[in-house]
């Protein structure tokens, strides 16, 4: 996802919205979206669920939410969708809770298009999302940016509030920061490759 084009932010946060809602729904039974790809003409999503084998997809950035639980169902994952009396609302979870759960509302804020767009219109940097991957304390974001040799990981913890709750202006933050005043330890980290922030 090429941050910044328009076109490309909302075909990736769609997906993402999708993908978001059933994580969501189904971290208790234990599924995990563990990485999604956004650097091919089709998405890829790499699926983990303790009962089965990790389930590698391609799947087209329009999806409806429907089609990918029937994905995952047909492959045996479980994949409720949301209860009948489902209102929409989303709660932050607790610090502490599953990292899963919490993941999932990583992902919910991930797909906010604006700080995608329009805020990042002030920030030096140019570059691309390629891809989210989950860890077991936190939801990392992928990043290469223009002119760059190196790759960003942008850490958000699924254990800290504070990571959480506009997570896609975070994102946008920490890597404007990381250009104006990076660490002795992340110039070290330039040296090898990936940088952490």
Not at 15 to 29: C, H, W
Not at 81 to 107: C, F, K, N, Q, S
Not at 159 to 188: F, M, T
């Amino acid at each position: 996802m090429r941050v910044g084009d328009s076109i490309q932010v909302h075909q990736a946060c769609g997906l993402l919205a999708q993908v978001q809602a059933i994580q969501r729904f189904n971290a208790e039974a234990g599924l995990c979206f563990a990485r999604i790809g956004f650097t091919g003409k089709q998405a890829t999503l790499v699926v983990e669920h303790p009962n089965h084998p990790p389930l590698h997809l391609k799947v087209e950035y329009d999806i409806s939410c429907e089609a990918l639980r029937a994905l995952l169902t047909a492959r045996g994952l479980p994949a409720r969708p949301e209860p009948a009396d489902y209102d929409y609302t989303v709660m932050t979870p607790r610090p502490h809770g599953p990292g899963l759960i919490r993941h999932g509302y990583a992902l919910h804020e991930l797909c906010d298009t604006s700080a995608w767009t329009d805020y990042h219109l002030a920030q030096p940097w140019q570059g691309e999302l390629t891809d989210i991957v989950y860890e077991p304390d936190s939801t990392d974001l992928l990043m290469r940016l223009d002119g760059m040799p190196w790759r960003v990981r942008v850490r958000l913890s699924v254990r800290h509030a504070g990571d959480l709750v506009g997570a896609a202006y975070n994102v946008v933050d920490r890597i404007g920061n990381l250009l104006e005043k990076p660490s002795a330890e992340q110039r070290e980290q330039m040296c090898h490759g990936e940088v952490l922030t």
